[in-house]
Every structure is written in C-alpha cells, then in structure tokens.
C-alpha cells in the first residue's frame, strides 16, 4: 500500500512532478499476476484519487472566484508540470494492464473503457489538452464578469433572471434586453475563444488518426451503448413528439397573456428560461436566504429517504456547498467529486427562484450518486456513464416532489407547490427540443470543423436548428431580437467547454420521467431501485443501468410518446386551463 502518500489533498495542491512520478514508477515497476492485481488495483486508485482530487479542488477554486489570480496560477502550474506527468503515467499503467491480459472480477466494463484510453493515447495531444483547459478558464472569467446596472444596483446577468418573471411586461422586456446586450458586448471575445477551441479539437482528432472530432469524442466518451446516428433518431423523436407539445405550451401561455405574439421575455427569457406565470401572480420566492434554501432541502431528502438525508447533512456539516450567487463567480451548477476525501461537493448560483430548488435536488441526486458508489473498491468502478449520472440527478427531482409543501417540511402552500411542480414539468418539455437544437449542432460542428471555425457559419446554423426544434416564440422584426436568436450557443457553457455533452441530459430526463411514473405506484420501491442503480456506479452498461433504475434506455418516437403523454396528463391536473 502506498503508506506516504498525503492523506489529504489540500496538503497536495503545489505538487510537483517530481512528487508524483515515484509513485507511478513504482506501480509501473511491480510484477503483475493474478496474485497482487488487486493490491496493484488498489494503490493505483489510492493515487488516482489524490491526484484527480488535486485537480479538481484546483478547478473549484478558479470557479468559485474568477478573479483570485492566485487560484489560476496554482491551476496553471499544474497543467504545467503534473497534468502532463499524470497523463503520460496513466497510459502506461493501462498499458501494463492491457499487456499483462489479466480481467480483474467486476472489472469487465472499466477494462474495456482503458483500452479505448489506451487506443486514442497520444503524447503530443498532453499540451493541446492543457491548453484547453485554460479556455475554459478564460471563457469562465469573460461570463464571471458579465454585469449590469440595474436601477443604479450592479448586478450579474444571474441576479437579472429573476426579473424575466415580473408581471410587468415592460419590465420583463427591459431587463431581457439589457442581459442581450451585455451579452452580445463579449461577442467578439467569444468567438475569438472559439476559433481557438475549434483548432485545438481539431488537431486532437487529427493527432489520434480519428476522421473528425466527433468520431474521437464518441470513443473518449465512452459511448459503447449507442452511436450518432441513433442521437440523430433521438431528434427525430423529438421533433415529432416534443416539439408539437411544447409549441402547444407556447400557445397557450400566449393566450393566457392576451398577447399578439409571445416574445422571448414572455418565457423567461427563452426555452429554458424560468417560468412566468401567465396569470401574473408575483412569482414565486421560495427562500429569503441561501441558508433557507439549504435547510429546507435537507428535510426535503430526509423525506425522499433517511440514509440521503444524512449524506447530505454530511455536505452541509462540512461545508460542501457553494450556492449564492455573486459578481466574480463562474457561471452555472455542477457537482464534482473529491476523490480521495471521498465527499461530492456542490457548485451553483443560487438567486431566489423555484429553479434554484431543482438546481440543489438536482445536484443533491448527483452527489447521492457519488456517496452510494463509494463502497466500490477501485475508483475506475465508480465511473458511472454521463447518460445514467444525470438520470441519478434529474430523478431526484422528480422524486422530491411530493414533499414541496410546507405541510411537508418544505418550502410552498400547496397553491404554490402546484404552480412549482406545474413550472418544472413545463420545462421537460422545454427542454428537450432546447437539448435537440445543441446536440445537433454540435453533430454539424464537430463534422463540418472547416466551416464551423467560422463563427459566422455557426450562427447560421443555431438559427437554422433553432427555428426546427423551438417554435412559438417570436424573434422577428426588431435586429437585437435576430441577433439574440443566431447568437443562442454563446450562451451555453457547455458547447465551449464540455462538447458533445448534452444529449446526456435528454437521454436521461426520458429515464428520470420513467422513474418517476413508478414512484407514482410505489415511492418507496421507486426511490429504493433508484438507490440500488447509483450503488452499480460504472459497472454496468446503460442499459442494465436504466433497467436497476426501472426505465428503458431508448431513442424512439414511442418511449418519447409515453413520456410526453405523462407529464400533460399531470400538467392538466395542477394547472387545468
């Protein structure tokens, strides 16, 4: 066992290569048999989480303040010197792996996803990875950085959401324009950071003999369970089964208004901007305080059930979450992993909104997942597919939802509870056709890398995708609402940062839908199947996965159907037009 090793990383955060490559030379030095494969398994996770915590805590600094210098320069450093040595390392230990033609039980799935690292394994791809990395930290600084001047008050564009859900509509019209064009002010800073990232990929691809950088992202995503062409069929779905419902959501909310035509500030600022209630009710404020906002979620999980209650008591006792919003921090929500603490650890910007609420259930179910897989014995096992990750944390939603009252311990009067629970539903359907318009653009992008260098080209084709996938609101007749529309893909983070990672979330919401129809006969035999899938982290495939979930994984018209079918029929009964 590897004795020396810092028992915490924050004891770690300035390593240096040197510091790191004796532990790699000693594992890449043992014999491996039969024998010791699993103590040789064992002290390759134990560094593994080290490091991969080192990073990630670094990571986590240069978000939550885009401006600590200190933190990018600590995260620079060790893009500089451990990033390469770690990656050089880790392709030789799974080489050593691969020769040694050992199958270690329970690591049939992992195994199979470290010969698909081994086989797009290229030295000279370490730098152009790092660099990427520093775009990313680059993009987060340009958006950390966004405010406005809001009734003499700076604000970030974050803070102005809640705005977008104020019965007045020129006040809603007001503040969208103002966050456009405080938007639209980094455009050429955005898309110069583009063309950068557009190169990098590109010669990424080329280094690792792939024909185009969707071809090598599928393989580094491990997509062994589908391939593009069923993403293409999941559109298809889309588009006649979700897009037909949504536009009748738009319509209706347009004659609920009494409104000529229904503008981008007539929905929250788009898709998937938050709810306004077409009545003109003052929107719903589900907390005063972050801290409000924090315990009432713990009683809400406590309800879902006990043993997730007490996880996340763990992250509160321990100061694990990160969830107001403020000027300087990078843009989002996430969940990541601390590794060798073996604690999740939750990032978001809270702002007062309903949406704020499934953020934190959201990421809550990420974080679950992270505990339940714990028990596996090598940190390779616990890498859960983004397609199921995401059904961990877009079920809880869904599973948290019969305890939003007050009544039972959370935040609403059931009046408001319906409009919540009516708000969230609303956004499936929002959000599928939003979710087809990024995953098919990135499908042009990635195979047509010459033209979509241009960002130019790329505003043709959002537009092109959106006016398919998203209709009833309009964006015609006035240059800023144009430009807004054609200029949609800056605004999401993950199409910079995170490319092909977002039919993730669509394949799973059609998971989460399913979960939740079983909670609906039995809560507590949904909520405990939910339970035992996380606990399989990655050791199982995507469709035993959703299968110990109780779902289907599938792309077709008709799961779509039954889905879509589910949540109108619901939608009908909390909000009866």
């Known amino acids: 066992m590897f004795d020396t090793l810092p028992n915490s990383a924050l004891d770690a955060l300035d390593w240096k290569a040197e510091q790191l490559q004796p532990y790699l030379d000693d594992l890449l030095s043992r014999p491996l048999t039969a024998e010791n494969v699993e103590a040789w398994l064992a002290d390759w996770s134990a560094l593994s989480r080290l490091v991969y915590e080192i990073y990630i805590r670094l990571s986590v600094a240069t978000s939550v303040d885009t401006t600590d210098a200190t933190a990018e320069a600590r995260m620079n450093a060790f893009l500089d010197t451990i990033y390469p040595a770690l990656m050089m390392g880790m ?16 690591f049939e799935l992992p195994l199979r996803k470290i010969e698909v690292d081994a086989e797009l394994f290229r030295e000279k791809n370490i730098p152009l990875s790092a660099e990427v990395n520093r775009l990313n930290i680059e993009f987060d600084k340009v958006i950390g950085a966004q405010t406005v001047t809001w009734n003499g008050e700076e604000k970030t564009i974050a803070q102005m959401q809640p705005l977008l859900q104020e019965p007045d509509r020129s006040v809603r019209e007001k503040a969208w324009r103002l966050m456009i064009e405080r938007s639209l002010h980094d455009r050429d800073t955005l898309n110069g950071l583009w063309v950068k990232y557009m190169d990098l990929r590109g010669q990424i691809a080329t280094n690792a003999d792939a024909p185009d950088f969707r071809a090598y992202m599928w393989k580094s995503m491990k997509r062994f369970d589908y391939t593009p062409q069923d993403a293409e069929t999941f559109h298809r779905a ?39 209630d077409p009545q003109r009710r003052e929107p719903i404020r589900p907390y005063q305080t972050v801290e409000q906002l924090e315990t009432t979620l713990e009683t809400i999980f406590n309800r879902v059930d006990p043993a997730l209650g007490a996880y996340y008591r763990t992250m509160v006792d321990e100061k694990l979450l990160d969830l107001d919003n403020r000027k300087g921090k990078a843009p989002g929500g996430y969940c990541t992993t601390f590794y060798q603490a073996q604690r999740p650890f939750i990032f978001m910007n809270a702002v007062g909104l309903h949406e704020d609420v499934q953020t934190l259930l959201h990421e809550g179910g990420h974080a679950f997942h992270a505990f339940e897989s714990f028990a596996l014995p090598y940190i390779q096992q616990q890498d859960a597919p983004m397609e199921f990750a995401e059904v961990a944390s877009m079920s809880m939603e869904l599973l948290a939802a019969p305890y939003l009252t007050k009544d039972q311990g959370g935040f609403y009067s059931p009046e408001d509870a319906a409009r919540a629970r009516a708000e969230h539903l609303e956004n499936l ?44 609101i309009d964006y015609s007749g006035d240059p800023l609402l144009a430009t807004a529309r054609e200029t949609g893909w800056h605004r999401k983070l993950h199409i910079f940062q995170n490319p092909f990672y977002y039919i993730e979330y669509g394949l799973a919401q059609l998971g989460a839908v399913q979960v939740w129809k079983n909670a609906l006969s039995d809560q507590a035999k949904a909520v405990a199947d939910y339970r035992k899938a996380l606990a399989l982290g990655g050791t199982t495939n995507l469709p035993g996965l959703f299968g110990a979930a109780g779902a289907k994984f599938g792309f077709d018209a008709s799961l779509m159907q039954e889905a879509v079918d589910l949540v109108e029929r619901t939608l009908e009964a909390l909000d009866p037009a």
């Open 429 to 472: 359907i929002r959000f599928w056709p939003y979710m087809a318009v990024v995953d098919a653009f990135q499908h042009w992008v990635y195979t047509n890398h010459k033209a979509a260098s241009d960002p130019a080209n790329c505003d043709a084709k959002w537009a092109e995708l959106w006016d398919r996938f998203i209709q009833g």
């Open 91 to 106: 392709n030789a230990l799974n080489q050593k792996l691969l020769a040694s033609g050992l199958k270690p039980a329970g």
């Open 238 to 276: 889309i588009e006649e089964v979700v897009v037909p419902a949504a536009k009748r959501l738009y319509e209706r909310q347009q004659a609920r208004l009494k409104l000529d035509t229904l503008r981008p500030w007539d929905v929250g600022g788009g898709p998937m901007g938050v709810k306004l």
